[in-house]
């Protein structure tokens, strides 16, 4: 690996974990974001890494199954892949080429909730259904499975019978904007030493 840490942000979505890991790096020299991909060419990340000067680029659901080559040419000289709201299924071939590199953030506490269709709301509408008395976020490592990595960290909030799904949601991103980014650098350093 270089000295300076290359990390690739897949996003598919609105983007505020993308942006809030762009400017927790923006400070930091020895990690360096060379390029933000989006599985959606309408996604409201590609603009928020636009204003903060970092390449965007889309590949789309297809592609990222069909194109192999023109996905790892994307990533390439990367040594992470963080994902940030990035809905399509990783496949094999990109994990092979990442092995233990490629880092995901889930909005609950797995092993609960994780799986398909286990994804933004629909997961903060499942832990409300199921009376969880609390929820929160689990980073981990990607495998071909889906949720189903080797965890990194968790963070857990309580919820109180009244929350709503909404309440829920909010509750789980204060702890994604306070712990990936930090968790990530922890990653990233740690396999340096």
Request: overall charge negative.
């Amino acid at each position: 690996m270089s000295e300076t840490i290359k990390l690739a942000i897949f996003v598919t979505g609105s983007g505020t974990n993308c942006e809030n890991i762009i400017r927790y790096f923006s400070d930091k020299p020895e990690v360096e974001i060379p390029i933000v991909v989006s599985s959606r060419s309408d996604a409201y990340a590609l603009v928020r890494a636009e204003q903060l000067g970092v390449p965007t680029t889309v590949i789309t659901r297809q592609q990222l199954l069909d194109e192999p080559r023109l996905v790892i040419q994307t990533v390439r000289g990367c040594d992470y892949i963080i994902l940030a709201g990035f809905l399509p299924k990783i496949p094999t071939y990109l994990i092979d080429q990442f092995p233990n590199r490629i880092i995901n953030i889930h909005p609950a506490l797995l092993p609960k909730f994780g799986g398909k269709g286990m994804w933004g709301h629909h997961v903060h509408e499942a832990v409300k259904a199921a009376g969880e008395k609390e929820s929160g976020i689990t980073i981990h490592f990607v495998n071909p499975e889906l949720d189903a990595g080797e965890h990194i960290a968790q963070f857990s909030v309580e919820l109180s019978p009244e929350d709503t799904p909404d309440d829920i949601a909010e509750k789980v991103h204060e702890l994604e904007m306070k712990h990936y980014p930090a968790v990530i650098e922890q990653v990233i350093k740690g396999n340096l030493i």
